[in-house]
């Protein structure tokens, strides 16, 4: 299994500001995820960020918006640009394991835009 | 592209009864995994038991068990004996074989259970 930590846990911004949030992992993996869940709602995914290329968003999520780096195996940050209230979320980060198949997860990042 | 539908957004259960969250999924594809996550209110995502579509076998994981349907699309979770730290938002989530581990899972809206004591 990986271990994932996020920094930071909480944050509380004024609209229009920018926050970064770092995501660690324990061990080396390819690929890295980033999700979005809105209040009460399902996880959306924003974007796979692979090590040395670009990140590929999903439909609805753009890189302006989202800016993601990847500068090694163990890390990455994803950038909130710009806030807005809706962008009050809890963000995740996630690496894929390559047996059997599961995903795990950071313990998220709760942004409260104000 | 993959779907994943949880019907019911709230279901609630006797301590120490058993009680079965029900996941529905679309999908073209013949190999896939299957997931039940649980996130508790310290919103960390737990993973309670996962499911390879081709297993005709049912997986358990000691007071947790799936009945996979296959030909039907439905992934069902049963939890026997609920306990208190069983209350929780669960996600039924589905993911490729396509691409290993860098496949991403969809996820179903999810479902809250509630434990009464």
């Known amino acids: 299994s990986a271990v994932i930590s996020q920094k930071p846990s909480r944050d509380i911004c004024q609209r229009g500001t920018s926050l970064t949030i770092q995501c660690q992992v324990d061990?080396?993996?390819?690929?890295m995820f980033w999700y979005r869940q809105q209040p009460g709602q399902s996880l959306t995914l924003i974007a796979t960020?692979?090590?040395?290329?670009?990140?590929?968003?999903e439909s609805g999520f753009v890189i302006d918006k989202f800016p993601i780096s990847r500068p090694n195996l163990t890390f990455s940050t994803l950038t909130v640009s710009n806030m807005s209230p809706e962008d009050s979320s809890i963000y995740l980060c996630?690496?894929?394991?390559?047996?059997?198949?599961?995903?795990?997860f950071g313990p998220g990042t709760r942004l409260t835009v104000t | 592209a993959q779907t994943v539908t949880q019907s019911q957004p709230e279901m609630s259960v006797q301590e120490a009864e058993t009680v079965t969250l029900s996941c529905t999924y679309d999908?073209?594809?013949?190999?896939?995994?299957l997931f039940w996550y649980k996130q508790p209110p310290s919103r960390q995502m737990i993973l309670v038991i996962r499911?390879?579509?081709?297993?005709?076998q049912n997986a358990t994981e000691n007071r947790f068990s799936v009945n996979f349907q296959k030909a039907a699309k439905s992934f069902s979770l049963k939890i026997s004996d609920s306990q208190l730290g069983d209350a929780a938002m669960y996600f039924c989530?589905?993911?490729?074989?396509?691409?290993?581990?860098?496949?991403?899972?969809?996820f179903g809206k999810g479902i809250t259970l509630s434990v009464r004591p």
């Open positions: 499911q390879e579509a081709y297993k005709q």
């Open positions: 960020a692979n090590q040395g290329s670009e990140a590929t968003y």
């Open positions: 999908t073209s594809e013949s190999d896939y995994y």
């Open positions: 996630s690496v894929g394991a390559r047996s059997p198949y599961e995903q795990y």
């Open positions: 989530a589905y993911r490729s074989l396509g691409a290993g581990a860098n496949s991403k899972l969809t």
């Open positions: 061990s080396q993996v390819t690929m």
